[in-house]
């Protein structure tokens, strides 16, 4: 008890540890209750109570690449395929902008049907539309002149978890074509122009050990994103990881603390996966230091066409349900959403 406190303690006044350290911590559930509370502490003396949204919009699921964990993946055909026009785009944007959300993420597999002409078209029209709204895009790895392209049309964020910081590891989640090194340089060429950046990876993703999550944590540092999205592997029925078992629900948010402690500014999101592991997984993400949630944006008829793994959550709900149902779910967690941009910077 005595030891575990010194950690922590030593975890939140340093915003680091040893390996050695990190590795007792991850390896253990003892120390939950204490890492919860801390990480709570902290995030409620930056953030207070406040969760940020953020609207999610699944624009295409046609993707180029074929990572071994992902449903959108090339090689399944066994999904129907989907992509959303600019003027479905914007219309979504419209919906949630009367719905209070303030940021809207576009997110999609690598359609290159999307030229970067069409991209910035599109980013465009939002940024013409919504002046004052945040335009984040997922969209996987491109050159560093097309993500300036965007940036110009008026992009100002970037989500691409790195999946894994351990080049082995790395290997036996993608096919030969993907590199961790390219995935890595691409995330500080988004820095570079401007983005404000999330990185990320999924926790019991199939041959994860507990290095390759320190690996993970000291990859961070050295990036030092503005938002960290982590969540529980969840297998796929159409994928070659079918057969292995689901991340662990306590593992995320052991490491949804240890982030809010190690990055005590980072936007840390209670996610859509976390949800689907567990009911109120989200709250207890929130309750271990998490601060925005990303619902879902995306028209109902496409949405359980974007099945990354099985038995995704919010799939059947309009997006003001989902409203609805997150604003109490963040109240009965003890937080409350907020409705401005957010824009917070170290
Ligand atoms: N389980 C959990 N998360 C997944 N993702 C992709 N496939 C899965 C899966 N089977 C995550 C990846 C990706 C993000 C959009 O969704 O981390 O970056
Ligand atoms: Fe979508 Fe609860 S957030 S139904």
């Given at each position: 008890m005595h030891y575990w406190n010194e950690i922590?303690?030593?975890?939140?006044?340093?915003?680091?540890?040893?390996?050695?350290?990190?590795?007792?911590?991850?390896?253990?559930?003892?120390?939950?209750?204490?890492?919860?509370?801390?990480?709570?502490?902290?995030?409620?003396?930056?953030?207070?109570?406040?969760?940020?949204?953020?609207?999610?919009?699944?624009?295409?699921?046609?993707?180029?690449?074929?990572?071994?964990?992902?449903?959108?993946?090339?090689?399944?055909?066994?999904?129907?395929?989907?992509?959303?026009?600019?003027?479905?785009?914007?219309?979504?944007?419209?919906?949630?902008?009367?719905?209070?959300?303030?940021?809207?993420?576009?997110?999609?597999?690598?359609?290159?049907?999307?030229?970067?002409?069409?991209?910035?078209?599109?980013?465009?029209?939002?940024?013409?539309?919504?002046?004052?709204?945040?335009?984040?895009?997922?969209?996987?790895?491109?050159?560093?002149?097309?993500?300036?392209?965007?940036?110009?049309?008026?992009?100002?964020?970037?989500?691409?978890?790195?999946e894994t910081a351990d080049a082995a590891h790395y290997r036996k989640l993608h096919p030969e074509e993907m590199s961790l090194e390219i995935r890595k340089r691409c995330l500080f060429d988004l820095k570079e122009i401007g983005y404000q950046v999330g990185a990320g990876f999924m926790v019991g993703s199939p041959h994860q050990t507990t290095d390759c999550l320190i690996s993970d944590l000291r990859f961070l540092q050295e990036l030092s994103p503005d938002m960290i999205g982590i969540g529980p592997f969840l297998r796929h029925k159409d994928t070659p990881f079918r057969d292995h078992p689901d991340g662990s629900l306590a593992l995320t948010l052991r490491l949804i603390a240890i982030l809010r402690l190690m990055f005590p500014h980072a936007l840390i999101p209670a996610t859509t996966a976390l949800g689907t592991i567990h009911p109120e997984g989200r709250e207890m993400g929130l309750r271990a230091g998490a601060n925005v949630v990303m619902p879902n944006l995306s028209p109902v008829s496409v949405r359980k066409l974007y099945s990354l793994y099985d038995n995704k959550i919010c799939t059947g709900e309009e997006s003001a349900q989902c409203r609805v149902c997150l604003e109490q779910r963040v109240k009965n967690a003890g937080y409350q959403i907020v409705t401005d941009i957010g824009n917070v910077r170290r």
């Open positions: 922590i303690r030593s975890l939140t006044d340093k915003r680091d540890l040893s390996d050695e350290q990190l590795k007792l911590l991850l390896d253990s559930d003892a120390a939950d209750g204490l890492l919860f509370a801390q990480a709570d502490a902290v995030r409620k003396r930056i953030y207070g109570t406040d969760v940020y949204i953020r609207g999610l919009i699944e624009y295409t699921n046609y993707c180029k690449n074929n990572c071994c964990y992902c449903g959108i993946r090339r090689d399944n055909c066994n999904i129907k395929r989907y992509r959303l026009t600019k003027e479905e785009i914007l219309s979504c944007c419209k919906e949630g902008c009367a719905l209070g959300y303030r940021t809207f993420v576009l997110q999609g597999g690598e359609d290159p049907f999307y030229t970067d002409d069409k991209i910035c078209e599109i980013v465009s029209a939002v940024r013409g539309l919504y002046p004052d709204c945040a335009i984040t895009l997922s969209l996987g790895e491109k050159t560093k002149e097309s993500y300036q392209a965007y940036f110009d049309a008026g992009a100002n964020r970037y989500l691409l978890r790195h």
